[in-house]
């Protein structure tokens, strides 16, 4: 039983969600693909989320929609009866190409940021073509270096399903000093299947 401290709150908080800008969006279901910002909003609300991470393959593209959307609801006198106040951090799940590994990271922002910060930061990992794909595109910078452009961006850093396809534990075949060294700039860490 969890107690309750006086001045606490627990917040539901998804910290990677794809949207439609993501190539595999939805697994082929076309129907899927052609979900609108406010669609997409009524069923994060409905989930009971308070906030989320837009973290789509190696693009931004749906995070600026979805904060203007997000405010047109808020400012709304007559809301929708689904709706509930939700705070959106932008973000991406950038797939790190680190020797013969491919690698996903999420990057985490200030909800304050728009979609240029995660552009900025997409440029500086040299992933300039194939937004919202994450299997032809990826960093030609190592996962170090990927890690330095978000937090000099003041991101923060999440190695994404860390324990499944695509994850740090999966694909890294060993732990170099490089990679000792940027894991000491990771802060979290995404489980998939803690019973493993």
């Known amino acids: 039983m969890v107690t309750y401290i006086p001045g606490s709150r627990w917040w539901r908080f998804d910290f990677h ?30 989930s009971g989320l308070d906030c989320i991470v837009v973290t789509d393959h190696n693009t931004g593209e749906w995070i600026d929609g979805l904060k203007a959307k997000n405010q047109e609801l808020r400012d709304r006198e007559s809301k929708p009866d689904w709706y509930r106040d939700l705070t959106i951090f932008p973000g991406v799940e950038i797939t790190v190409a680190d020797s ?29 073509a ?8 990826a960093t030609t910078i190592s996962l170090v270096d990927t890690v330095r452009e978000i937090t000099s961006a003041n991101g923060i850093a999440i190695p994404a399903h860390i324990d499944g396809s695509k994850g740090l534990l999966e694909e890294a075949t060993s732990l170099t000093p490089e990679l000792e060294k940027s894991l000491g700039s990771v802060f979290a860490a995404e489980f998939c299947n803690l019973h493993r």
């Open 17 to 46: 969600t794809h949207t439609p800008a993501s190539r595999d969006y939805g697994h082929g279901d076309a129907s899927l693909k052609a979900i609108r910002h406010e669609q997409w909003l009524k069923h994060a609300m409905q």
């Open 100 to 128: 013969s590994s491919r690698i996903h990271l999420l990057a985490v922002f200030d909800p304050e940021r728009d979609s240029q910060t995660v552009t900025s930061v997409l440029g500086g990992c040299r992933i300039n």
């Open 130 to 137: 194939g937004f919202g794909d994450d299997q032809k595109t």
